[in-house]
């Protein structure tokens, strides 16, 4: 990216609006409630023939350095010390308000180059607050409309003449036309789907891995443990984070995508409009995945909302390694491995020998053993058996236990193949695959999880019928 651009402004002023605007696609949540960004995220944003990184932050707002509001301050003065330049937002409706005149001022002080824009400039309601911006000495403000796409031409001149100002690289972008033409800066139906699928496309692309949980199970902490920096607010208040914050990140050579999720509590709590959008971004960042971590609190233990989230998960077919966080803390260790061991025995028959770590994210220790479980999770997920290999465990597998016989028919289980990897899925060739009972393809898949060492991955069998070669034909 030839420049970076951190968008900032009080709550509820477009910047989220202006972000997914900027970057093609809807990768923040939106929504009327103020203060909805907390973290802040970063994207590869475009205008006309600009490419650059555009950074979303929180609102600003006053408060002290311990308190929520401080600290969401404190991630948008980390974005000012990595960018270029700002862009500052305010609403035409509303007019300049006494915090706009605050943060303007505030800007000043820490200088930083700054462009002044607009928002809800649409029809003649904004006229009077464009004329207003004036007055906060950040020169000429651009009138936009982020919702509805209105001002981009304007807004590309003043970047257009800002980067030229500060010396900054103005070429032309290699955005792909394929992806421009999947992802044009109108698009309605883009979201985070897009930052996995572009990973999955290349052929040695980051791994992408969710950290998935109920809140205040010690997400953000984790993440920022194993990355080295505070880059996600962290806090005793449960549901800090609401959307899912992509983080590009390396481990030993290996490129990662962290993806730190809101906390998913039980469906009938979950009421409001804003909390939906965070548990429907968070499911998403769970089918996604490659691998996802399941963080559990070491004093909680093994809930019935976690069963649910790790059956997701199963469902899916991603890779899941379970995290006990604050492993500080119970005094009776061997009791909670017991009854997390025993959860895990009766209620997911499908993913046998999960990996369980056992670590502290506030103090860091045993954090290391996760990524070595994560690793060995995602090359069993992209596990491939060969076909002869599999057939002569097929044979074998049949005669030690052959299928039952319904009302005196047999089974014949004929022969298989993997078909894909991501999960292990295998197909097989039988007569009466309608017939068969689910028990006998638990005791296959139990089996072969012994004979190709696939413990812990979701396998998946899909049956296919033969045809009969005496059968008359029609």
């Known amino acids: ?84 330049f700002a862009l500052m937002l305010i609403d035409a409706r509303a007019g300049v308000t006494p915090m706009d005149q605050h943060f303007a001022d505030w800007i000043r002080k820490i200088s930083i180059p700054v462009i002044l824009a607009v928002n809800k400039c649409e029809g003649k309601a904004g006229e009077a607050g464009l004329y207003e911006a004036f007055s906060l000495g950040l020169g000429e403000p651009v009138p936009i409309s982020a919702e509805h796409g209105e001002g981009m031409a304007e807004l590309y001149q003043a970047f257009l003449g800002m980067a030229d100002k500060l010396g900054l690289d ?82 030993q050579g290996r490129a990662i995508k962290l993806f730190d999720t809101a906390g998913l509590r039980k469906k009938a709590r979950v009421i409001n409009k804003l909390e939906k959008l965070s548990v429907a971004d968070s499911l998403r960042a769970i089918r996604f995945a490659h691998v996802v971590v399941l963080l559990l609190d070491a004093e909680l233990g093994f809930e019935k909302q976690d069963v649910k989230i790790a059956d997701r998960v199963i469902t899916e077919g991603r890779a899941l390694v379970i995290g006990v966080n604050k492993w500080d803390l119970p005094e009776d260790r061997s009791k909670v491995t017991a009854k997390i061991d025993d959860v895990i025995e009766r209620t997911m028959p499908r993913a046998k020998g999960l990996p369980v770590v056992y670590f502290s994210a506030r103090t860091g220790k045993g954090v290391e053993k996760l990524m070595a479980a994560v690793m060995k999770a995602y090359d069993q997920w992209n596990s491939r058996v060969s076909t002869s290999p599999f057939n002569r465990w097929l044979a074998a597998t049949i005669d030690k236990h052959p299928p039952p016989a319904p009302k005196g028919n047999r089974i014949k289980i004929r022969y298989g193949a993997q078909i894909k990897a991501r999960p292990p899925t295998f197909a097989l060739f039988a007569n009466r695959p309608e017939v068969l009972p689910a028990s006998y ?4 898949e139990n089996e072969l999880r012994k004979a190709f060492n696939l413990w812990g991955t979701p396998i998946r069998f899909l049956f296919r019928k033969t045809k009969n070669p005496f059968r008359p034909k029609k």
């Open 1 to 84: 990216m030839s420049f970076t651009v951190v968008i900032v402004g009080r709550p509820n002023v477009g910047k989220s609006t202006l972000f997914n605007r900027l970057a093609g696609k809807k990768l923040a949540l939106v929504d009327d409630t103020p203060g909805v960004t907390r973290d802040r995220r970063e994207g590869d944003g475009h205008v006309g023939d600009l490419s650059f990184r555009i950074v979303d932050t929180a609102g600003l707002e006053e408060g002290a350095a311990a308190t929520l509001s401080g600290r969401m301050r404190k991630q948008t003065e980390s974005a000012f010390a990595a960018a270029d």
């Open 170 to 251: 103005t070429s032309p972008g290699t955005q792909d036309e394929e992806e421009t033409a999947a992802f044009p800066h109108d698009l309605e139906e883009g979201d985070l789907e897009y930052e996995f699928r572009e990973a999955e496309q290349a052929t040695r692309g980051p791994v992408n891995l969710s950290i998935v949980g109920r809140p205040n199970a010690g997400k953000s902490t984790l993440i920022n443990h194993m990355i080295g920096e505070d880059r996600m607010i962290t806090g005793p208040e449960p549901g800090l984070t609401r959307d899912s914050i992509g983080i590009d990140w390396a481990y």
């Open 441 to 444: 393809i638990n005791y296959m």
